[in-house]
C-alpha cells in the first residue's frame, strides 16, 4: 500500500510539474517592446527590444483616431489601426484597438476573427451589428442596433457583420483581445482564394448555378 501511494505521489507530482511548466498566461517582465530592427518572432510576437533602450514613445500613438477613414471603396467602409506596427509597447499584451467608419448604407462583408473576442464602442451614427452561433447550434442569428455611446460584443471565432443603418456617417472604436486577432472575410475566403476553389463543387454547396459562382470568382 504504501508503495502504491508513493507511486500516486510520483505520477502526481509529475503531472503537477508538466503543467506547470506548460505555459505561463501573463508576461514574464513588465513590458516586451517590440524590437523593429529584429525579424524573429514567437507565435506572432516579436523579440523585445534591449530595455536600457526603451522610451516613452514606444508606448505612444499620436493622433489619428479622430480622423474618419477613407469610405470610398465598394463597401463603404474604413478601419484605422493601432497595433503593435504604431505602438511597439503592445508587444505580447494581446491587445489591438481599431477605428471603424461606415458611409452612409456602408457595411463589413461576413467575417470573422479566428484568435479574439470583438468589443464595439460606437463613436457616431447608428450601426446593425450581429453574429451567427456555430453548428451545431441551429446557426442562431443575434443582432443589435448600436447607437452612440452603446457597447457591442461578438464571441471569438464567430461569423459577424456590421452595417451603418442610420442617416448619415457612422463610427466605432473596436477592441480585440489578441495582437493578431485574423481577418478572415467570408465572401473573398470563399469566391476569392488562389488557386480557386472548384467551381462545381461551390456551385453544389451553395445550390448556386455555376456560372453564378464563376462571375463571383472573377469578382473577388
Not at 505561463?24 to 523579440?47: E, H, K, M, N
Not at 489601426?81 to 477605428?99: E, H, K, S, Y
Not at 442610420?166 to 475566403?189: D, E, R
Request: net charge positive; aromatic share 10%.
Amino acid at each position: 500500500m504504501i508503495f502504491k501511494v508513493i507511486i500516486f505521489s510520483t505520477l502526481s507530482l509529475n503531472l503537477l510539474c508538466v503543467f506547470t511548466l506548460a505555459f505561463d498566461p501573463r508576461p514574464l517582465q513588465d513590458f516586451c517592446v517590440a524590437d523593429q530592427t529584429s525579424s524573429a518572432r514567437l507565435s506572432g510576437a516579436r523579440a523585445c527590444k534591449d530595455p536600457t533602450k526603451v522610451e516613452a514613445d514606444d508606448f505612444f500613438f499620436r493622433g489619428g483616431l479622430h480622423l474618419a477613414g477613407n469610405t470610398s471603396n465598394p463597401t463603404g467602409s474604413a478601419s484605422t489601426t493601432v497595433a503593435v506596427d504604431q505602438i511597439p509597447g503592445l508587444n505580447t499584451m494581446g491587445l489591438i484597438l481599431l477605428r471603424v467608419d461606415l458611409r452612409r448604407n456602408g457595411s463589413f462583408p461576413p467575417h470573422i476573427h479566428p484568435r479574439a473576442t470583438e468589443l464595439v464602442t460606437v463613436l457616431e451614427g447608428s450601426m446593425e451589428i450581429g453574429f451567427v452561433t456555430s453548428h451545431p447550434g441551429s446557426n442562431k442569428h443575434f443582432s443589435k442596433v448600436v447607437r452612440k455611446g452603446d457597447v457591442f460584443v461578438v464571441p471569438v471565432g464567430l461569423v459577424h457583420y456590421a452595417r451603418n443603418v442610420g442617416k448619415g456617417k457612422a463610427a466605432a472604436l473596436v477592441a480585440f483581445n489578441s495582437q493578431h486577432p485574423g481577418f478572415i472575410f467570408v465572401p473573398s475566403g470563399v469566391f476569392g482564394t488562389t488557386p480557386p476553389i472548384d467551381a462545381g463543387y461551390l456551385a453544389s454547396s451553395f445550390m448556386l448555378d455555376q456560372k453564378i459562382v464563376e462571375d463571383l470568382q472573377k469578382k473577388f
